[in-house]
């Protein structure tokens, strides 16, 4: 039966309650009054009122799944969701025209969208729209309603996305923390200071609400859990840093009201003749403030479990204490000693850090205050204990000395010094931090210190997992740490220490005990669930969508939206090579990133409605038609106009759907074994594309059909027979085997969430006896491993020897992709190529990495005769091109984002030496084309590239290695031709369609002979 707003169990609500602070600024609020079995407390610093027991995540879900709340007409909810909300509000029609007008393609996104109707209006108006909504029924009415709008359950499915819009409509006031949804979004990159907020809520302070509290119309909880006034949207706005808020009254009233005495009447009288408020955002730098210090809530536990426990370890020095918190940054440490200590001095260099720390935490004997002197001008013997966490790292050598003779100085004759600073050996994995100036390891630290302090004690803080054992209903002994339970002795190693802390004194000082921080604020095991879940549950949302097109936005739309970075959220789910390239392969099969061997985007950029999200490509356009132009007067390369080739008029070549040409057809009457094909979808893709190649080269020996799942949206492949049957269909398998009668299945493995329908698949085929099957693995992922399979052939050696190193050596075997060379086969011929280089990728993490381009960059710098192509699009884009302007030398290149397939082989003409600055390469299909034109290559000596050309000679093992391999190229350009010689003929040799074609024939007869021979065997032992 369904639940009632008056039929939840409070009582499980109360029993754990999630809240009972101010939302906004964490007061406790005073008790105001109890609706409905709920109470709801008011905070007069905020002017905000909230409930203080507020439902459980699983009881609001059960709640708003309900078609009941949307058109029951019960309390709280609509009798009519559609007729009782303004599809149209003048404000929205302004802000979307307003924003529209300065913005190509712009995108919005809509917390709370319920039906979609305000993203319907966007999209009318060409706009990008994606909605989340975590209403079951509301989910299915808009995406019945809306096939363009991509819709999630959840804001951790949304793709990261800087969005130049966020609609949050009569939503806020359904959440006990508006901060959690705040924080995802900005960790998520998805509001920006450019990004427009636009709220609207019931107003709290309203005439109304004030003159019957209680029998407000909008109080029902559990629906409506905040309520807020114009003062508490400016306290919580201006805790985000939002510099520009406009909040305003919205449908007046005609009674009036006085508003409580102790509360911000300045901002709120104003709208005590509104029953609702509209704020619009924009200018807020809480992203990047987020990340270059710590506030607690955002971004992982692993933050939080780097910063949280110094702080609980410095409290047991803190208590009773005068203290000095030295780099306090957002203040939550400092506030956290503040809570035992005499007194607290909390100091920053960063006047925005301590404005947002004053705001956010106040005591009595708090005190905040800027210092750009080290402490030198403060008072000798002045403090009984200083911390400082994370801060020395940030100054040069000199100053960190000078740092620590100031700490001793400020020290009382026993005061103690607690001071901390990340391992190097970890903030590598990181990734470079521009603002740690120098970073020390463990021995360099020790000497820093010693040099101001005779006593010392260091520690290792490292970050670990485990689980705890707690007796039930007995006295508890003392925590009993345990650990290496699984490891002998001589086997166990020490864990890396994530930082250095060294606690210090002039006097003597006793080591602390091993000190454990055990996070109790949440339930791991559901929280690492819901976590797992929801990745998942992204990837798959998204990958249904790209193989469906089931909200009707294209594939192509979707995995920019998406960008490849989307994948970082699940590097601690699955092992992250597997799950990003099984995605990857995913989406590339879909969105026809291969086709013969070439990543393939069709974009028309700059174009209005072009399907690029957010791609911001009005500036862009003029900095593709850039190319650079050598002036022997100066000696350097100056950017001139050169307009990009028209792209190709017409359908021809445009990659809708293939059409199949055989190229050898049988004679009339011969035999034919018959291939099936098994693939999840055929969409327009590299997976595909090896089938249309293998039914072109060997239709005369073979007949093929295919069995997919979900078929092209953009219609048939004309001339390839394929069979539809989902994964719910596959009873039917069996019944299509017999009518079809294969001599042999061919299995195409991408992974990801098809697993079940091949497993379906292979169970089904496996069920027919004799047949034998291959599988190809043409990604690096791990193989499906199925007792059936008679062969697995993967793309490259590497792969095989990375993902496939437990079989049996005569179960493997390794076909390189074949590609179409013919329209490469020309030797490159551009004028005055011999000095330049080229990079063809899809510019995206899950093939380069953001310093990828410092490998040209540095090819320049060192020979600035050279110029540079950088000829693909994607998220990492822009800021290639920020690093040439950084590094100074952005006239040496030209970065033409995607082009058209048919103008590629012209751009390879501009270059001699083709640059891979990749870090992982499966197999590397842009390789061999420049190899076909005679193009040396260049670059790391990972993954198949060593394989692909040959030799790992002219490959670098790092930067400087590989850039001084291709200078040495560059200058000597008989051997670089020579070498060109050499790779054209590895390429035509190694590389070629036909070639692929011919070994995988041989493959289908050694297998179809041994059926054979296995067959006649059985037929023999029949006979004896």
Known sequence: MDKKPDDLDHGAASAAPRAASCPICRADGHVFLSVNGYDIRRCSSCAVDFVANPPTDAQLKEYYDRAQWFEGAEHGGY????????????????????????????????????????LALARSKGWQCFGVEPSQHAREVALERHRGIYLTETLQEIPPHRFDLVLILDVIEHLADPYKMFYDMFAAGQIGPETVVAMTTPNARSASALNDPKGWQFRHPPSHLTYYSGAAFQALLTRLRFGNIRIEGQHPLKETAALHPDEDAERNQKLVGYAGLLVIADGSDFAHFMQERYVPGTWSELTAYEHLPRYALAKQYARGRSVLDFGCGTGYGAAGLASVA?????????????????????????????????????????????????????????????????????????????????????????????????????????????????????????????????????????????????????????????????????????????????????????????????????????????????????????????????????????????????????????????????????RRLGAAGDGSLGADTSDLVAEFNKEPVWDDATGRYALIDDPLPAPPSGNAGDGSIYVVRPKHLPDAGTHRPTILHFIPNVFVGGSTQLIIDLVEH????????????????????????????????????????????????????????????????????????????????NTPIAPLIDKGVDRYVFVSNYVRNEFASGLAGALTEVIHPGIDLSRFSAPFNGVDAENAIGMVYRLERDKLAEDSIDLLIEVVKRRPRTRAYVIGGGGLLRGYMQRTVDAGVRANFRFTGYVPYETLPGWYDRFSVFVAPVWKESFGQVAPLAMSKRITVGGYRVGALPEIIGTSEPLGRDLDEAAARIVEALNDPESCKAEGVRLQERAHAMFSVEGMCRKYATLYGELLAERTEDAQMRVNARTI
């Open 79 to 118: 009798a009519s969701y559609d007729e009782q909300t303004d599809v149209s509000p003048p404000w929205l029609v302004e802000l979307l025209d307003r924003i529209g007008a300065r913005k190509s393609s712009p995108s919005v996104l809509d917390v709370g969208c319920a039906y979609g109707t305000h």
């Open 342 to 602: 005499d007194s607290v001095l909390a100091v920053d260099i960063d006047d925005s850090a301590l404005a947002y720390a004053r705001l956010l935490h106040r005591a009595d004997n708090l005190t905040f205050q800027r210092n750009d002197t080290f402490c030198e001008d403060l008072p000798a013997a002045s403090f009984d204990f200083v911390s400082c966490f994370e801060v020395i790292e940030h100054i040069r050598p000199d100053d960190q000395q000078r740092l620590l003779r100031s700490f001793s100085r400020l020290l009382k004759p026993d005061g103690v010094l607690l001071l901390s600073t990340p391992n190097p050996a970890v903030t590598a994995l990181y990734g470079e931090n521009e603002y740690h100036l120098k970073e020390m390891d463990e021995q360099e630290f020790r000497t820093a210190v010693a040099a101001c302090f005779e006593h010392r004690v260091f520690m290792a803080q490292t970050l670990i997992s485990g689980a705890m054992f707690t007796p039930q209903g007995v006295d508890v002994a003392p925590l009993q740490l345990t650990s290496n339970l699984l490891q002998p002795q001589a086997a166990v190693q020490q864990p890396t220490a994530a930082v250095w802390v060294a606690l210090c004194s002039h006097a003597p000082i006793e080591a602390p005990a091993n000190q454990l921080y055990i996070d109790n604020t949440r339930d791991y095991v559901s929280h690492r669930v819901d976590v797992i879940k929801t990745h998942n549950k992204n990837l798959l949302h998204r990958y249904e969508a790209f193989r469906g097109g089931a909200q009707a936005m294209s594939a192509e739309q979707l995995l920019v939206a998406a960008g490849r970075d989307a994948l970082k959220r699940v590097d601690n789910l699955v092992p992250l090579g597997t799950l990003r390239n099984q995605f990857s392969r995913a989406a590339d099969d879909t969105v026809n990133w291969m086709r013969s061997g070439l990543h393939r985007v069709r």
């Open 698 to 777: 060997l239709s005369d020996q073979y007949q093929h059909e295919v069995v997919a799942s979900a078929l092209a949206p953009q219609g048939m492949h004309a001339g390839l027979p394929v069979h539809q049957l989902r994964l719910r269909e596959m009873r039917e398998l069996p019944k299509l085997l017999r009518r079809i009668s294969p001599d042999l299945v061919h299995i195409h493995y991408w992974g990801l969430s098809d697993d079940p329908w091949y497993k379906a698949a292979l169970e089904g085929v496996r069920s027919t006896s004799g047949i034998p099957i291959v599988e190809n693995i």
